[in-house]
């Protein structure tokens, strides 16, 4: 399940929240995970990895060795030693959803200069969808290449954001208000409508508007990307089928190494996953008007709590009706994945400690969020968009909003650039080529994006550190900013406003008292 609040300001929050003083700041709050509880941490996830024929990062080096991913990091974003579970959730079968194939016509794999695509959009995800949809609307001849797969992971958004991108009939449920519990005191309230995306209905809409724009599409796994002399891409896909076109983006997700270049020696990927069940429930004790956002309270009752509590997950809670609920634990970002059977069994065992009883099971999700890493080269000749593209946020998981939202903008870039240095359609001198590449690449990553993320990586680089009691902290912290400054529609303004407020903040010795007298 995606969306986190004020995604763009959390981790500034943890700018703020790091100690000055690291060494006095462990005596005092023991907010960072002792290196012992680490070493035994990363041996239980050895041992996991172990059960599922991954060794400790053996399954990696094989999976690297025989081309099937780039290198140990594509091995890590496509699902690392989770990779089985991450490849059930994908290939969910869900019957509402249309097959591409059925709606969109074929594209022509013969090499006519007059029948050669504009622009090839690779993968057929929210992102690659509407990508390619915007592009064919601005009259570029756009195909679509990618498996034919559903949309299976389930979306949560905040109400106003999906109003804004005209995609409010997309969402199944709303909930008025969404509330944080993070330990035994007064549950925090957020005061924003929050939905639930209908994975059907959003599958519906995109593919719509690539049947209206004209979208062509082939069912097909792309193996590599390549140039001819005249500065044409050829894709090469199964079966030995070629596909020229003038321009490719590759929205094929966050394992795209094959067919992208990413900045070598950049920060080391992180991962969020997250163990889900729609289920039918005897009783419950969450109001069903209210989404629960977060839910760090104590589910073990244990005066000693065990090896795997001691490392932050919370609960994610969607009340459908009083006794329908989709239920989520998460882990929010972690540098080795948090295993889905210990988040599943920190899930029953959370639900049996609030006295919840499961009558039926509708259906499980394993959620599996690279965060983190380097940013694709952008001096390459292909493009990217998507999770491809880095667009996930470092430290939440957030994108497919971000994704849908720049689109527009980032097609309509594409088509002006394409249409203006190439009014015969064109595309043949190399130098040129570059050049279309270097500004689409630079309206995606500016200067300063790529200096706010580098902010949100540190961000992250503290977030993996935090053990529970450092977590809450944190969380306390973030939730009593004040409303102006932690607006969700975040530009430079309000994270530069919000990086000044957590220096003063953190210049007190205690937090809390710091941020009481704001």
Not at 6 to 15: D, F, K, P, R, W
Not at 112 to 126: A, K, Q, R
Not at 141 to 165: A, M, S
Not at 441 to 449: D, G, I, M, S, V
């Amino acid at each position: 399940m995606e969306c986190l609040v004020g995604a763009a300001n959390i981790t500034t929050m943890a700018v703020a929240f790091y100690p000055k003083n690291p060494i006095q700041s462990l005596s005092r709050r023991r907010i960072i995970r002792p290196s012992s509880d680490r070493y035994k941490y990363k041996r239980f996830c050895y041992e996991v990895r172990a059960s599922y024929g991954g060794g400790g990062g053996g399954g990696g080096d094989v999976a690297v060795k025989e081309g099937i991913f780039a290198d140990k990091e594509d091995y890590i974003k496509a699902g690392g030693s989770q990779l089985l579970f991450v490849q059930m959730q994908q290939n969910k079968d869900m019957d509402k959803q249309s097959k591409l194939t059925d709606k969109l016509p074929p594209i022509s794999t013969c090499d006519d200069d007059d029948d050669i695509l504009d622009l090839v959009v690779i993968g057929c995800g929210p992102a690659g969808l509407a990508l390619a949809a915007e592009s064919a609307k601005l009259g570029l001849r756009v195909g679509l290449i990618g498996p034919d797969l559903p949309f299976t992971n389930n979306y949560g958004v905040w109400e106003d954001e999906f109003k804004d991108l005209g995609l409010e009939r997309c969402i199944e449920h709303v909930w008025r208000d969404t509330i944080v519990y993070l330990d035994d005191s007064d549950p925090i309230m957020i005061g924003r409508a929050y939905g639930r995306v209908s994975r059907h209905l959003l599958h519906e809409e995109l593919l719509k508007r690539c049947v209206e724009s004209g979208v062509l599409y082939l069912c097909s796994k792309v193996e590599r990307i390549t140039e001819a002399a005249s500065g044409h891409r050829l894709i090469a896909c199964e079966g030995n089928i070629i596909v020229p076109c003038r321009l490719v983006t590759v929205a094929s997700g966050a394992a795209s190494g094959k067919l992208l270049e990413y900045e070598v020696g950049g920060p080391s990927v992180c991962v969020q996953t997250a163990y889900g069940v729609e289920v039918e429930v005897e009783n419950s004790p969450y109001d069903p008007n209210v989404m629960v956002f977060m839910d760090y309270r104590d589910y073990t009752k244990q005066g000693v709590p065990s090896l795997e509590a001691q490392f932050p997950t919370f609960l994610y809670a969607m009340p459908m009706s009083p006794t329908k609920i989709f239920f989520e634990e998460t882990c929010l970002a972690s540098k080795d994945a948090m295993p889905f059977d210990l988040l599943k069994k920190k899930l029953m065992l959370r639900l049996q400690t609030l006295g919840i009883r499961v009558l039926k099971t509708y259906e499980e999700e394993w959620s599996y969020i690279p965060v983190g890493g380097s940013l694709p080269n952008t001096e390459q000749k292909n493009l990217a968009f998507g999770a491809a593209a880095s667009m996930v946020h470092p430290a939440t998981g957030y994108s497919v909003v971000r994704s849908l939202s720049e689109a527009p903008k980032y097609a309509d870039v594409i088509a002006n650039i394409l249409k203006q240095n190439h009014p015969n359609g064109m595309l043949s001198l190399q130098r040129t080529n570059e050049n279309i590449s270097m500004q689409a690449w630079n309206t995606l990553w500016p200067q300063e994006r790529k200096r706010q993320r580098a902010f949100f990586l540190f961000g992250l680089a503290l977030i993996v550190q935090l053990d529970i009691d450092g977590t809450r902290e944190f969380f306390k912290t973030f939730f009593r900013v004040p409303k102006w400054i932690k607006d969700d529609n975040t530009g430079k303004t309000n994270v530069e406003l919000m990086g000044s407020y957590g220096c003063t903040v953190h210049g007190n010795k205690d937090i809390g008292t710091a941020i009481d007298k704001e």
